[in-house]
């Protein structure tokens, strides 16, 4: 016989009689009633079974959970009941199967647990030992397995625990489950969290290997999708009121509209009850599978604060047989177990009069005439979840056994005993467990992967009420595939929400276009607040970015701060009024008047009306070199205005010849007029050709003077060669300012030295003054500022040497003669 001890918290744990009752009887258990001591009670019971004669065989596997939970009055679970009734059924089914250990029987043993961890590992410790009790007449089986408590560690085999810390074979080489593993519930809640957008949410956690671990994964999960974790509460069933309190205040201040509970039923119920009283509301919770289906808190009460509640469960499964031994549980054909006394109490609200520990004047003692409702969730078969990893991990340890103890005849599938039963260990039971594979009466594959975890596969379930009872509704699920890879299917049109729609749960709203994330101290990354792009920069992305792009160098950004367009391109148009202006004073139609030396007037003339005409090359856009050396043109007509130097070298000559043996006049004739122009110019355009030749002016593009502009303008090119250039035209403005104040005296009716002196006068002001403007004037205005001085300086020399000659010719016709020329007169003093 495998004796399976099975530890529960079912109260005062006795014997539980099955098929083969009769080989166990209880020797010299000892019990403490139910106490209460610093807030805890405590149900423990060490029971010692004799053995019979008559076992040919026997092993035995233990098997724990906590039936009855401290701190919730004694409150038996029926939930728990059930799973070791169910161990109970699949003990029968084995011990009645031909082919699964032939001439072997199974049996159990179960202990409670009084859900403390401590307890469980005591009593695991003291029956893996083998240590004989006082007063036992033989040896008790040898314990071959242990199925622990659900959320226990320290199985064998277990149905219930999930803690991805019990994969590492490092530390727990002989640990296997039947239930998946909480790495996989974590992907599959993360995958949840992200799927609608969940990235500001709370968290609680028992204060146990399930609740600490389960989180911690759950964290390390979220945190690559940018979801934040506002707080972790932990709470246990044992904690006493004041810290269940805590973790309630904490939930009602925080701003979280999402709550993931990863805790065991029976440890959160006490705060479920403190939520329902303060009339908590309109928080979405997400449930691990602990407690995702359990029947206790799925009540219309607790739909109030907890209605809509979704989370991820394991596989469930339609156990039909099952039903009728659930319903034929009856304390008078029990009448040791005490179990079953709880379990009765707790159906039809009274203990059967052969109860034991029956405390006077509080319990209710049974007529025998009571009646069970059997339309109890107890009794419902067809959605097994944890009983069905009870089920299986029962015939996992059976198949194991049976590897253990028969081998197959080579070259048959016929299996004859090759190890005696005395030399069977755990250790050969946990190797078997290895390569357990077998198909169960149900069609599902049963095996262990190198961890010793099942398939992953959940069901995701959503709290409804229907019918006036809170229904479980399957709304999707979880599974991994061949190759590793992960895959959610959610029906969000079978969803009910707790406030009707999809929750919100975001610390701060997404970011719009044209801003950014900045992030507020103190606060999780998921706080942030929306800052707009700075100008030149865009974000048009919807809260994917912590910083805004750089518009490329020719792009700015636009009002909104979402798209880049194209910087405004500046220069001096024909259309603008500014360059209308400048058009027609450049093409204003300048008198052609006779007046002396015709000759190089008429040249000072021609060079006037060409640099006004190549002006207006400059205005424009500069897209080509055309315009850049409208500049430099201007640079070769330039000298021709010092055509006046040579003017005024022939008014001093004239003066001078008219003395007495001076014969300079003939030596200073049209040729020698002619060769003064032309070496000036030649001189100019030898600079001007090495300046082209070196480094000729181009267009250019500036954006360093305005981030939202591009400011073409012609580049000198050679720095070197435009300062030649202003040099030598300096030189030559301050020859002719020089010769025309030596002319100062000549006589008042020939006073051309005077006019040429004020032209130059108002030529050196004008550039003087142009140097400074020029340098500050921004953009476009530079060019402006050029222009300006180019004909503030042309007007000058226009007007001051040819009005006066306009004035006599069309004004007053009579002082047009040679006489009155060389005529002394100064009233008439031009």
Partial sequence: MVCFHTGANLNVPKFVPTNHASMFSPLNGQSCLAREQDGLYSNKVLLTYSCTDNVPEEFCIIFMHCLLCPNTYHRFDLRAFRWTRTMMFAIDE??????????????????????????????????????????????????????????????????FSTCACLSDKRKYPTFFRTIPSDYHQAKALAFLVKRFGWTWIGALQSDNDYGRNGITAFTKEVETLGVCIAFVGTILRTYPKSKILEVVEMIKQSSVKVILAFVP????????????????????????????????????????????????????????????????INPYQELNSSFVSDFWETMVGCKPLSSVNILPNRTKICTGNEKVN???????????????NVYQ????????????????????????KCLNVSAITPKLVSEQLKDV?????????????????????????????????????????FSTSANGKYDLVIYEDKIVW???????????????????????????????????????????????????????????????????????????????????????????????????NS???????????????????????????????????WHHLRPLHFLCAGKTIVVVTAFRATLPGNNMAAKFGPAQQRGIVCSCTVIQVVICIL????????????????????????????????????????????????????ARKLPDNFNEAKVITFSMLIFCAVWITFIPAYISSPGKYTVAVEIFAILSSAFGLLFCIFMPKCYIILIKPERNTKKHMMGKNPKHAM
């Fill in 94 to 159: 084995i011990n009645r199967d031909d082919r699964l250990l032939p001439n072997i029987s199974l049996g159990y043993r179960m202990l409670d647990s009084c859900a403390s961890p401590s307890n469980v590992l005591r009593a695991a410790l003291t029956l893996v030992s083998g240590s004989e009790e006082k007063g036992s007449q033989c040896h008790p089986p040898p314990i071959t397995a242990l199925i622990a408590e659900s959320g226990s560690t320290q199985s064998l085999v277990s149905y």
């Fill in 498 to 596: 707790n406030k009707g729609n999809t929750p919100k749960a975001v610390c701060s709203e997404i970011c719009p276009h044209g801003t950014r994330k900045a992030q507020i101290k103190g606060l999780p990354f998921c706080c942030f607040d929306c800052i707009p792009c700075a100008d030149g920069s865009i974000s048009n992305t919807t809260g994917a970015v912590s910083d805004c792009m750089s518009c490329p160098i020719e792009y700015w950004s636009n009002e909104r701060k979402d798209s880049c367009i194209m910087k405004v391109t500046e220069f001096l148009s024909y259309t603008e009024t500014m360059g209308i202006v400048l058009v027609a004073l450049s093409l204003f139609e300048t008198p052609i008047v006779k007046a002396n």
């Fill in 691 to 742: 300046w082209l030749k070196i480094s000729p002016p181009f267009p250019n593009k500036l954006f360093e003077q305005s981030n939202k502009k591009i400011i073409l303008e012609c580049n000198t090119g050679s720095d070197a060669a435009f300062y030649s250039v202003l040099g030598y035209i300096s030189l030559l403005a301050v020859i002719c300012l020089v010769l025309a104040f030596l």
């Fill in 599 to 633: 000759e190089l007037s008429l040249l000072l003339l021609v060079s006037l009306i060409l640099c006004f005409l190549v002006l207006s090359h400059s205005l424009g856009s500069p897209q080509s070199g055309l315009a850049c050396c409208a500049t430099l043109h």
């Fill in 374 to 388: 059997y339309t109890n969730k107890f009794f419902d078969v067809t959605q097994l979840r944890i009983a069905y």
């Fill in 437 to 477: 594979h077998f198909v169960d009466q149900f069609g599902e594959e049963v095996y262990f992967d190198k961890n010793g975890d099942p398939p992953a596969s959940y069901e995701l379930i959503n709290w409804q009420l229907r019918e006036g009872a809170v229904q479980h509704i399957p709304v999707g699920y």
């Fill in 265 to 328: 039923e029976g440890d959160l119920y006490p705060l479920m009850q403190e939520v329902l009283k303060q009339n908590i509301t309109g928080i979405q919770w997400i449930a691990s599978e602990a407690w995702v289906t359990a029947d206790r808190p799925s009540t219309p009460e607790m739909f109030k604060s907890f209605g809509g509640t979704i989370g991820f469960v394991v596989r469930k499964m339609a156990m039909l047989k099952l039903g009728p031994v659930l319903r034929d």
């Fill in 393 to 416: 991990g029962v015939y996992a340890i059976a198949h194991a056994l049976h590897r253990v103890v028969f081998c197959e005849m080579p070259g048959s599938n016929v299996s004859r």
